[in-house]
């Protein structure tokens, strides 16, 4: 973090404000967890009579998002580890980088944009990467199984491309978009079965970890 930065933490820390459950990111602050966080709204008063140029977003989206992140990292990231998120300005690095910055005051973890002998890679794959993947291994006839890179972290393993998108939209953030989601025959039979089971991604990847685990 920078001075300015720092400063910020320090105040919000003195009010009270959990930190942890918060996201510093280019001169606001995105709030993962409202309870956890305790970041009440005369909170959010108070500290705008010293910093009233920052603004405090409450996006229930990005809420739902960093559970799902927390969820699924819980395990995976260590105390002090390096991570390592391209600075690509692409969709998915920019939503790694904010779902992961409280990382910095939970575990002490730094976060670089240029890999180095000692960083754990921070894979940009979500729930639409490994659904595909799934579709074609279906297709090919060949073991229907996660394919997990050494070194490497999947924080959005349970989080659909599509809420990505909405919240980075929402907050007009721009970004480049690297990924086709649509025009593909594994894009094709995954809309298709959405169509009649609901959430039906998540089911596909809970029941391949099931599977794996037996």
């Known amino acids: ?4 930065e720092k400063a910020i933490i ?6 009270g404000v959990e930190t942890r459950f918060i996201t510093l990111y280019k001169g606001n602050i995105y709030i993962n967890n409202l309870k956890f966080s305790k970041f009440s709204r005369k909170k ?3 500290f705008h009579n010293e910093y009233p140029e ?4 409450r996006s229930k989206l990005f809420q739902k998002i960093c559970v799902k992140v927390s969820r699924t990292v819980k395990n995976e990231i260590r105390p002090r580890e390096v991570l390592y998120i391209p600075e690509d300005n692409g969709l998915e690095n920019i939503l790694l980088y904010m779902v992961l910055e409280p990382y910095k005051r939970k575990y002490g973890v730094k976060i670089e944009n240029k890999p180095a002998i000692d960083s754990i890679w921070v894979s940009n794959k979500c729930l639409d990467d490994f659904s595909k993947q799934y579709v074609n291994q279906m297709m090919n006839g060949n073991k229907i199984e996660d394919i997990i890179e050494q070194n490497t972290i999947y924080p959005l393993t349970h989080v659909p491309h599509q809420w990505m998108y909405d919240f980075i939209k929402s907050m007009n953030i721009e970004f480049t978009s690297y990924k086709n989601y649509e025009d593909n025959r594994e894009s ?12 039906v991604q ?3 990847k809970q029941s391949v970890n099931f599977l794996e685990q037996k």
Do not use: C, Q, Y
């Open 202 to 204: 998540e089911s596909i």
């Open 1 to 4: 973090m920078n001075t300015n």
């Open 44 to 46: 959010e008063e108070e």
């Open 54 to 57: 920052i603004n405090v977003i």
């Open 10 to 15: 320090k105040t919000l820390n003195k009010m």
């Open 188 to 199: 094709e039979i995954i809309n298709f079965l959405e169509k009649h089971i609901p959430n």
